[in-house]
C-alpha cells in the first residue's frame, strides 16, 4: 500500500515534476549533443577529461530528474524478487564501473535467497542512490559492503562505505539521492539510518517491510 505525500496533491506534485523534467532534460540533452559532436569534429587533446565531468553531471541530473517523475506518478508494479539477486546484479554493474572500489556482498545463511514482496523498481532506485553516495565518499579507492539480513518484520540492508581521507563525510548532503530514498520508503512504512562507523566510514541501514 501507497501512502499519498503529506499536505501535498500529487497530481499538482506530477504536473510539477513533469514541467521540471522539460525545463531540465531539454536543454542537458542538447549540451550533451553538442558534446559528442565536439569529440566527432576536433582533438580534444588537454580538455578530454573536462568534457567527460560536464557529460557525467549531465547524466547524472537527467538520472535524477527520471527519478523525480517516477516518484511522484505513483506506484510501480508490486511482485515478488529475489532481493538478494537484485543486489548481486547492482553490485556487478558498479564493479564494472568503479574498478578501483572493492564491492561485496555479506549475508547469513538463514537470509540465503531472500525474498520480497515489493516495487522492485522503487527498492533498486532506493539502493541505487545509497551505492552512488557511498562511491562519492569513498573517492578513488576503497571498499563498498552491503548488508543483507532479515528479522521478522523487515528485510534489513546496510550498505558500509570505508570512507576517504579520514572522513566519512558525503561530498552532496544536500542532494536529491537521500531525499528521494526517505521519500520511497515512507510509502512503504520503511526506514533509513545512518551510523558513523569506529574507523572512517558510514553505514546506511535501510529497514524494508516484510508484507
Given amino acids: 500500500m ?22 531540465i532534460k531539454n536543454p542537458a540533452a542538447v549540451a550533451l549533443a553538442h558534446i559528442a559532436q565536439l569529440r566527432k569534429r576536433f582533438d580534444l ?34 511482485y515478488e524478487f529475489d532481493l538478494e539477486d537484485m543486489l548481486l546484479d547492482m553490485l556487478e554493474a558498479y564493479q564494472s564501473a568503479w ?18 514482496y515489493g516495487e522492485e523498481t522503487f527498492v533498486k532506485m532506493i539502493f541505487s542512490n545509497l551505492m552512488k553516495n557511498a562511491v562519492e565518499a569513498v573517492g578513488s579507492a576503497g571498499t563498498i559492503t552491503i548488508r543483507l539480513e532479515k528479522s521478522k518484520d523487515y528485510a534489513l540492508v546496510s550498505v558500509r562505505d570505508s ?31 545512518f551510523n558513523e562507523l569506529p574507523i572512517p566510514g558510514c553505514e546506511a541501514r535501510v529497514s524494508l517491510p516484510i508484507l
Avoid at 499519498?4 to 523534467?21: F, I, K, M, R, W
Avoid at 573536462?50 to 547524466?59: G, K, N, R, V, Y
Avoid at 510509502?187 to 539510518?193: A, F, H, S, T, V
Fill in 2 to 23: 501507497t501512502v499519498p505525500l503529506t499536505g501535498t496533491d500529487p497530481e499538482v506534485l506530477s504536473t510539477l515534476a513533469a514541467a521540471l523534467a522539460h525545463e
Fill in 45 to 78: 587533446r588537454g580538455v578530454g577529461d573536462t568534457c567527460d565531468h560536464i557529460e557525467e553531471a549531465l547524466e547524472h541530473i537527467c538520472h535524477l530528474v527520471q527519478e523525480m517523475l517516477l516518484v511522484t506518478y505513483g506506484t510501480a508494479p508490486a
Fill in 99 to 116: 574498478p578501483q572500489i572493492v564491492f561485496s556482498l555479506d549475508r547469513s545463511d538463514n537470509d540465503l535467497g531472500l525474498m520480497y
Fill in 163 to 193: 570512507g576517504a581521507s579520514g572522513s566519512s563525510l558525503k561530498p552532496h548532503p544536500s542532494g536529491l539521492g537521500l531525499p528521494i530514498c526517505r521519500w520511497l520508503l515512507a510509502r512503504i512504512g520503511g526506514y533509513l539510518e
